[in-house]
């Protein structure tokens, strides 16, 4: 790929401009570490919602999801898919339940669901990990994939690009803190489908059209398509199950976790309110689900009918369509790429400065720090995770390899960090036993030789349920068979977080709550299920249109719509969202 003077010069202002816009919106003044990692928890819902899809790996990272598209096809799509059914289970009942705790990382609520040295351990292992080694390695996962590929198009080596890109990413993390990144997601939320948008219109003409497009892949094998799309993707049904049965609740991703946790959880706790912490998951999985997939799915298409495959990093996407797009608008394309890279980057290193410096250094070394002086301490840790990333993106062989293993730390623990929320019997050796056991179940299943993409035979089910069943029964049996939690304990979290039901009964009547019902009660289980309904008639609706059958689609559109009207319609008449919830447990 060659980029033209139009094309450097369409770069550099699009970048440039995103990069103004944390220089304009800077973090400057802060009271406390809350101030800078959650810009004083005002932020309201459309822009929460930009800032989840925009640092999402799933929408946010073009390169990485359409290889997961054009490697296993519709078995990465729909497994992808599934995860709207978690984000809508968060959106129903989580969201609300994560503002009223009053966290500033979700690595700190292990210390308020949980007592003594467990708690401690589990919060400092939780910060540790995921601080260090997960933040360094997607830094330089998805700076080695932009890296490689900028550095033939602009003729300088990869480590000089690579050097760069998270300089800037760093930079602009530590100059801006949270205040300044919401101003670059909203950003890059436009400028990311506008680039996807081009890259996909481009593609589909070069190949002769949708229709063109759309009857070459019948001829592909791949596992390729979604049903309304008239095509049949070879994807077995255990394989598909596995998706929306299993996979959106029992395993942990990099940015995020069943329930809102990890990532989400940041904006969740910035949230101005729990109507807003709510309504920005419901606009994140919009535009991560609805929006912007579907611009990469045409790419994806496009790119296997010309007979691309995938690489040991993901798939050359600049390097193969980019040059398909005539100058400037190739400038644009590329830009795209950039401003998503500095959005997920610079939101993973913040977050893991936050883990080290509040739930570790804060926490453990220097307790009796005062509020004011905590805030200096973050800059420059989220310049050194910037500066470690760099020998790391270096030394990076094998990404998937790595990824998988760091991945499996959190395999099986779903359903404990589900059920830590409703039921009080869980405890803090109960969860670090589900991460135990899901770890040993991962490892077991890849030493086997287990293809966790493979959908034509029951690998994949097999792959993903192991982790699970074992992380499950390990993270309830342990907590059964260990002291359960102090009363004073869970009747501090439960004046905090008021999540009611009855696995809390008890501890509400401690509390003087008496029968206290499961916040969002019926509504929430309407939300999740119309919800899910209407996510997914979305999602096969645009697959119908695409695939030139416009009358399905416009009936799977109009019960999409139907099905939004009425989530909305729930949620407005929800009253009170405020569960008099007791800040001073």
């Known amino acids: ?12 202002i699009v970048v ?3 990069m103004a816009l944390v220089v304009l919106f800077r973090f400057q ?5 809350a101030d800078f990692l959650l810009n004083g928890r005002q932020v309201p819902a459309w822009l929460a919602g930009c800032s989840i899809s925009a640092t999402s790996l799933s929408s946010g990272a073009p390169l990485l999801l359409t290889g997961l598209l054009i490697g296993p096809g519709a078995i990465g799509g729909w497994l992808w898919w599934s995860g709207a059914l978690g984000g809508l289970l968060t959106a129903a009942f989580f969201a609300r339940l994560w503002r009223r705790t009053g966290v500033i990382t979700d690595a700190e609520f292990a210390e308020l669901r949980y007592g003594g040295r467990p708690a401690a351990l589990l919060r400092a292992f939780r910060a540790l990990y995921f601080g260090l080694p997960v933040t360094l390695f997607l830094a330089a996962w998805l700076t080695r994939i932009l890296a490689s590929e900028l550095a033939p198009a602009l003729g300088v080596p990869a480590v000089t690009v690579a050097v760069g890109l998270l300089a800037a990413a760093g930079g602009l993390a530590a100059l801006g803190g949270l205040r300044g990144q919401l101003a670059a997601h909203a950003f890059e939320c436009l400028i990311a489908l506008l680039a996807t948008t081009l890259l996909a219109v481009f593609l589909i003409q070069r190949n002769g059209g949708l229709g063109a497009v759309t009857a070459a892949l019948e001829g592909v094998s791949v596992h390729f398509g979604t049903p309304s799309t008239g095509l049949t993707p070879t994807i077995a049904l255990p394989a598909l199950l596995t998706g929306f049965v299993v996979a959106w609740w029992s395993n942990v991703s990099f ?3 069943p329930g809102g946790g990890g990532a989400m959880a940041s904006r969740l706790l910035a949230s101005r309110d729990e109507r807003a912490s709510t309504m920005a998951v419901l606009w994140a999985l919009l535009l991560q689900l609805v929006i912007r997939p579907w611009p990469l799915i045409m790419v994806a298409g496009a790119l296997v009918v010309q007979g691309a495959g995938t690489t040991a990093d993901g798939i050359p996407l600049l390097t193969l369509g980019a040059p398909l797009v005539p100058s400037p608008w ?5 830009a795209g790429a950039v401003v998503s890279y500095l959005a997920i980057v610079g939101t993973a290193l ?3 400065a936050g883990y080290l410096v509040h739930d570790l250094a804060i926490r453990f070394l220097l307790p009796k720090l005062p509020l004011g002086t905590r805030p200096r301490f973050i800059r420059p840790v989220i310049l050194a995770l910037a500066a470690a990333a760099v020998p790391v993106t270096l030394a990076l062989d094998a990404p998937w390899a790595v990824g998988r293993v760091l991945l499996s730390v959190g395999a099986g623990s779903g359903a404990i960090l589900l059920m830590r929320w409703y039921w009080w019997r869980i405890n803090a050796w109960g969860e670090l036993a589900s991460l135990a056991a899901g770890v040993g179940a991962a490892l077991l299943t890849d030493a086997i030789g287990f293809d966790r993409w493979d959908g034509g035979n029951g690998e994949l089910t097999i792959s993903v349920l192991l982790p699970a069943i074992a992380g499950t029964l390990a993270g309830i049996g342990i907590s059964l068979l260990t002291t359960a939690e102090e009363t004073q304990t869970l009747i501090r979290f439960y004046r905090r977080a008021r999540p009611g039901g009855p696995g ?3 501890v509400a009547k401690w509390a003087g709550y008496k029968e206290d019902d499961v916040s969002g009660g019926g509504r929430g289980q309407l939300v999740w299920a119309i919800g899910g309904a209407g996510f997914l008639a979305a999602t096969a609706a645009g697959g119908a249109w695409l695939a030139e059958r416009p009358e399905f689609g416009l009936v799977l559109a109009g019960a999409a719509v139907i099905a939004g009207i009425g989530v909305l319609a729930l949620l407005r008449d929800e009253q009170p969202w405020q569960r008099s919830v007791d800040l001073s447990g």
Do not use: K
């Open 29 to 33: 003044a802060a009271h406390s570490l």
């Open 255 to 257: 940015d995020g976790e």
């Open 330 to 334: 190739r400038g644009v394309v590329v």
């Open 1 to 12: 790929m060659t980029l033209s003077a139009g094309d450097l010069v369409a770069l550099f």
């Open 16 to 18: 440039a401009f995103a």
């Open 350 to 352: 913040t977050r893991g």
């Open 504 to 506: 809390w009964q008890s």
